[in-house]
């Protein structure tokens, strides 16, 4: 089955021509992704990944999961944006709830636990308890291999695991999965004989959740990756054509185009399973870095149902109209409970006897996203027929080529990152790194100001 999108609640603000109007530019923008001909070209390895995935590469994640799952407790997964955030997404998407809580015997691999992705002494202090005498092994994600925050976080860990196993044995406990030459990960990988993962050069950190980035800590929780890469290599098939009325994607990416045009600045991904939280961060590193740039862009939001309909749902419902949102809904839920009867109705809840929870979210779901619609908040619906690997392989790749297109019709390099430098250039003259020095005075003329 496809992943299908539902816009019928964009018709206040759209009609079918807007939609047709797009045609033109959908065609040009698929050949700048198929024949690489527009702005960064460079990184456009996703698109076939899928495909072209070598079987060998598989093995080697496998195995390596297989070495980690023995040997190990806890996994800990050292990275930060789209060296993290990929990885994450499918962790708790596609695992219990409580994973990390769960007895030993009911979980399919160790506990995985993520670092590298703040800069907190207290995260890692907290961490290091949580770890106690529990065994663990590492797996550090740098593409560029000289980000600052895993790297400090690594120098940290390296240290804590080279004192408690030694450094031979630290060693066969550490993976490194970066660039194949270069940076200071791969040399200090060479050096000191971890195995390593290979992060292609044509593929950009936030499209490389289908890489050993995401592959390998996947694995290592007991996903079926082999599943991952088929929904992907469907999503690749399913999403070839470059005809707006079959590419879903393309129609996705085409409408929140336009409602960017009429003004709806703001899109919230909405979803009402809870552990989809963390498809929410991934979604909205992919698009924001992707799109925000040259003073434009979507500002990608997301919200979890019905937990912030308590929180948000009031600023969504009567505040600045300058919103849509973007729902996934999945057709069918895993496990399901039914309301039974209470024999004194106290809480006044009998009028839901039989009914179940899957059937209350889901009326909660559309109930707020008519009264959404009827506030001014249009909605687009993405329908995903189950939570399974298969599908987080799907999804993914629908959300990538989606925003490689959503960028182009954008006018913007949807591959480039060049605003994440600024901070890392203060920051790195506020902790004096040698180079840096010349920026000393522009960021006390700044503060000042
Ligand atoms: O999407 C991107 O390119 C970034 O978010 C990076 O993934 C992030 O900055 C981490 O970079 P690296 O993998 O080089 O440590």
Sequence with gaps: EKITI???????????????????RIKLCHNMLHRGNGEGSNYLGWINLPSSYEQEETKKIKEVAEKIKKESDVLIVVGIGGSYLGARAAIEMLNHNFYNELPKEKRKGPKVYFAGHNISPMYIKNLLDVIGDQHISLNVISKSGTTTEPGIVFRIFKEYMENRYGKKEAMTRIYATTDRSHGALRELASQEGY?????????????????????????????????????????????????????????????????????????????????????????????????????????????????????????????????????????????????????????GLNYLEGKTLDYINRKAMEGALAAHTDGGVPNIVINLPEITPFYYGYLTYFFMKACGMSGYLLEVNPFDQPGVEAYKRNMFRLLGKPGYEEVYEEIVATLER
């Design 6 to 24: 539902d816009y019928r609640n964009v018709v206040s603000v759209l009609s079918k021509n807007d939609l047709s109007s797009m045609e033109k």
């Design 195 to 347: 195995e390593t993962f290979v992060i292609p050069n044509n593929i950009g950190g936030r499209y490389s959740v289908l890489t050993p980035v995401g592959l390998l800590p996947m694995a290592v929780s007991g996903i079926n990756i082999e599943d991952v890469l088929e929904g992907a290599k469907r999503a690749q098939a399913d999403l070839s054509d470059d005809s707006l009325k079959t590419n879903n994607c393309y129609k996705y990416a085409a409408l929140r185009n336009l409602l960017y045009s009429r003004g709806k600045t703001t899109e919230v991904m909405v979803t009402n399973e809870p552990n989809l939280y963390y498809m929410g961060e991934w979604y909205k590193q992919l698009f924001g870095e992707s799109e925000g740039k040259d003073g434009k862009g979507i500002f990608p939001a997301s919200m979890n149902f019905t937990t912030d309909l308590h929180s948000l749902g009031q600023y969504l419902q009567d505040g600045k109209k300058n919103i849509f949102e973007t729902a996934i809904n999945i057709e069918k839920s895993q496990e399901d409970i039914a309301i039974s009867k209470d024999k004194l109705n106290l809480d």
